[in-house]
C-alpha cells in the first residue's frame, strides 16, 4: 500500500479494528479465525469511542461508520486474495501473455484505490461527528493502544 493509504490506517488505528493480540494474526486471517478477529477489533474500538465520544447518539453514528469500515477492509482485502489467486493460476500457465498479468494488476490497483477512496470518505464522516478534543482524544487512545502491539518496531509511529 501506499503511504498516504499506510498512515490513514494507522492513523485512525485500523489495526485496532482487525485485532491486536499479535501481529502474526495479520498474516493469518483465513477461514473461521477471519470473523471473530474482525469482531474482536470492533468490540474493542467500539469500546474506545463510546469512552471517547460524549454524546451517545453521536457515538453510535460513529460506531455505525467504524462497522462500515470494517466491512469495506473485509471486502477489501478477500478481493486482493481473489487477485493473487488469479496470479497464481495464469503463472502456472507456460503461454500466460505479459497483457494478462498487467490486467489483474490493474484492476487490483484500481480496486485498491476505490476502497482507499472508500475508508478516507468514511474517516472524515467519523471526524465530522466529533469535536476537535474527541477526535484527538480518540486518535491518541488508538495510537497508544496500536503501540502496544506493535512487535519488533518498537512501538514507532513513522510512515504517517
Not at 91 to 97: D, I, K, L
Not at 116 to 128: D, E, G, I, Q, T
Not at 134 to 141: F, I, N, P
Request: hydrophobic share 30%; glycine share 8%.
Amino acid at each position: 500500500m501506499n503511504r498516504m493509504v499506510n498512515g490513514l490506517l494507522v492513523a485512525l488505528g485500523l489495526v485496532v479494528l482487525v485485532g491486536c493480540s499479535s501481529h502474526h494474526h495479520h498474516y493469518g486471517m483465513a477461514g473461521g479465525k477471519s470473523d471473530a478477529y474482525w469482531q474482536k477489533g470492533q468490540h474493542d474500538m467500539e469500546g474506545l469511542i463510546n469512552r471517547t465520544v460524549e454524546d451517545p447518539n453521536k457515538a453510535k453514528e460513529v460506531n455505525a461508520l467504524v462497522g462500515e469500515i470494517i466491512n469495506e477492509l473485509k471486502a477489501s482485502r478477500e478481493q486482493e486474495r481473489n487477485y493473487h489467486r488469479q496470479l497464481y493460476t495464469l503463472n502456472a500457465s507456460y503461454t500466460a501473455e505479459p497483457a494478462e498479468f498487467s490486467k489483474i494488476l490493474n484492476e487490483a490497483t484500481v480496486q485498491r484505490t476505490q476502497s482507499s477512496a472508500k475508508v478516507l470518505s468514511l474517516r472524515f464522516r467519523m471526524k465530522n461527528l466529533m469535536t476537535e478534543d474527541e477526535w484527538k482524544t480518540l486518535t491518541d487512545k488508538m495510537l497508544s493502544y496500536n503501540s502496544r502491539y506493535q512487535h519488533g518496531s518498537g512501538g514507532s509511529k513513522s510512515g504517517y
